[in-house]
């Protein structure tokens, strides 16, 4: 057991794929895996391990933007030695190329601020995903049809944004989409010599202002999990 996450040592997984709502790694957990299992509920966070085509693994939910996603990664890593992570969660989309349940795979992440920014003080660090996750992501993308896009996303600190000129520069800048936790998970990737990827689905467009119903949003959904499965298990 952890501060935060309640889970006997052996039961997470080394993979780990981390929604940023807990009910959603439940119902991915319910979805995808066999026989998953519980392995934390503390302060609502939930935690599920199970298998997927025989290899363990871990659902567990991140909280939403990066000082709570550092607190589980940190805590997945450091104490229950997950070696993959990969969030799967929603994200706004910032190009008129991009369109609402498309997939994004984000290869970096760019922020104004991260929890490991006063670490990193005057350096620019450039959290980008694990090539190999990403690769295999893209594979699995294209293998089922789905609609996706590689390339940087925007990993903001708030979302309800007093400042939409920064919006305007990461899309100026070909920046394909914006949520609230990547680059946080690539930073601790990177620091602990472990796997990361970022596998988003588009819920709302900041452009055209359309949004996902939230009925539909489970279905669209189904994709990205699948793509990030697949992708960490391939070869
Ligand atoms: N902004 C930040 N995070 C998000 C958004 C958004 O528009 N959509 C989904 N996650």
């Not at 819920?203 to 189904?222: C, G, I, K, N, Y």
Request: hydrophobic share 45%; net charge negative; aromatic share 6%.
């Amino acid at each position: 057991m952890t501060i935060h996450i309640g889970a006997e040592p052996g039961q997470i997984a080394e993979t780990v794929l981390m929604p940023g709502d807990p009910l959603r790694a439940e119902w991915a957990a319910q979805t995808f895996l066999d026989n998953p299992v519980c392995v934390n509920r503390v302060r609502g966070m939930l935690g599920f391990t199970g298998t997927w085509q025989g290899h363990r693994v871990t659902i567990h939910g991140s909280g939403m933007g990066m000082p709570s996603l550092s607190i589980y990664a940190n805590e997945l890593i450091r104490d229950y030695g997950a070696k993959t992570l990969i969030r799967i969660g929603s994200c706004g989309a910032m190009q008129e190329t991009v369109g609402l349940r498309d997939v994004i795979l984000a290869m970096t992440a760019s922020s104004l601020s991260t929890p490991s920014s006063g670490i990193f003080r005057e350096l620019n660090f450039a959290p980008c995903a694990d090539y190999g996750l990403l690769n295999a992501a893209a594979n699995a993308a294209k293998a089922i049809g789905a609609t996706y896009h590689v390339g940087g996303i925007y990993s903001a600190d708030v979302f309800y944004d007093e400042r939409p000129d920064l919006n305007e520069i990461m899309s100026r800048h070909g920046v394909l989409g914006v949520e609230m936790e990547a680059a946080e998970l690539y930073n601790l990737a990177a620091r602990h010599s472990v796997r990361a990827l970022a596998v988003l689905t588009v819920s709302d467009h900041l452009l055209t202002h359309e949004a996902l119903p939230s009925e539909d949003r489970q279905s669209s959904f189904e994709d990205m999990v699948q793509i990030a499965l697949e992708a960490a298990f391939a070869s």
